[in-house]
């Protein structure tokens, strides 16, 4: 058997282990929470936080530049098939490096956390959103106050602290990053971006107060092991209300606040109008801000990315987009104190 075809071989096999563990890890989530939550990421996210922390902004575009090299150079030297076995190892190695996170028992049917869903009546979903806008109305205050807005590292003990709390986290210590150049997230429709071939959480640089500290604690979720949009979303919103910093609990509550009032948007315009008005100008401010941001970067990209992070999200497995839109669900969920 010569060399050529050990190689062809040995490749074959390791794309079979992955797409069979995949699957193993599909059908067993425990055993996935165990064997790759337990034992594979751990070891991935321990290098990975070394390397991360000799920088201090993303070098994903490095990763993506020298990726493209490789690739090209495979082409042209070895043919389009050396091109195609290089793009189905950077996707094998995506999910040995992080991907296989999906497979993992769900926070739902974690016994570390007490969340029942059910149904949900009108005056349950009053009561939460009139608590939600009355603390988006006190803690918009903090910035007439000149609160503090250097909360970075007191966010990522926050996080830090809420892993020491939940085993299934991965005790990371990697600081998100921003990327660059500004607004490139915006355009592709995005607020941050988890990489997991540099282990990195990166967040837009040109977040206004209301998305800022929430994304940064939705990325490091990604990088403690948690993968589905909706999960990430709701340890995010503990991470940030546990935080002593004004403004970041008021990042949370605010993203709360805009799903909450989107069921009365849609359901009882009068009370929408209501509680809209009671908005204080600070608040009023950061979100007319927010929607400029928005439809500044706004075009044809962040249009279609809409469309592939859906189909992306249902090829692991998830709802799709709408996955981004369920915080309130866990809210009305958990049966904890905040």
């Keep these: 058997m010569n060399q050529q ?5 040995s490749w074959i096999i390791f794309v079979l282990i992955t797409i069979f563990s995949g699957l193993f890890f599909f059908v067993y989530p425990t055993l996935g929470e165990a064997i790759y939550g337990g034992i594979i990421y751990p070891f991935f996210r321990l290098f990975l936080d070394r390397v991360a922390d000799f920088f201090d902004q993303s070098i994903a575009w490095a990763f993506i530049i020298i990726s493209l090299f490789i690739l090209i150079q495979s082409i042209i030297k070895k043919g389009f098939i050396k091109g195609v076995k290089f793009l189905f190892f950077l996707i094998v190695l995506f999910y040995w490096l992080w991907g296989f996170n999906y497979y993992r028992t769900p926070l739902v049917d974690n016994d570390k956390l007490d969340i029942e869903f059910s149904n949900v009546d009108d005056s349950t979903h009053l009561v939460l959103t009139m608590r939600t ?4 109305i006190e803690l918009s205050d903090s910035f007439d106050k000149g609160e503090n807005t250097d909360y970075d590292n007191s966010l990522l003990k926050s996080c830090i602290q809420l892993a020491e709390q939940y085993p299934f986290l991965y005790k990371s210590k990697v600081k998100p990053v921003p990327v660059h150049p500004e607004g490139i997230f915006l355009r592709m429709g995005i607020l941050g971006m988890y990489f997991p071939y540099t282990g990195q959480a990166q967040y837009e640089i040109k977040l206004g107060p209301i998305d800022r500290p929430f994304t940064i604690a939705h990325e490091w979720c990604h990088a403690a092991g948690v993968a589905p949009e909706h999960e990430a979303d709701f340890l995010a919103y503990i991470i ?26 849609i359901r009882d315009k009068d009370t929408f109008e209501n509680m809209i008005s009671l908005f204080t100008p600070t608040m009023q401010k950061h979100i007319h801000d ?12 962040s ?14 497995n998830q709802e799709g ?7 309130s669900e866990y809210v009305f969920a958990w049966k904890s104190e905040i």
Excluded: T
């Excluded at 806008?133 to 988006?136: G, P």
């Excluded at 929607?291 to 990209?301: A, D, L, M, Q």
């Excluded at 249009?303 to 692991?316: G, N, P």
């Design 5 to 9: 075809l050990r190689k062809h071989i």
């Design 133 to 136: 806008l009355e603390s988006c």
């Design 240 to 265: 940030c209300m546990s935080n002593e910093n004004e403004s970041v609990r008021y990042s949370a509550q605010m993203h709360l606040l805009y799903e909450l009032l989107f069921y009365y948007k």
């Design 290 to 301: 927010r929607k400029e941001r928005y439809e500044e970067y706004s075009g044809p990209i």
């Design 303 to 316: 249009e279609m990315s809409d469309e592939m992070i859906d189909r992306y999200l249902k090829l692991q």
């Design 321 to 327: 987009i709408g996955d981004y839109h369920r915080l």
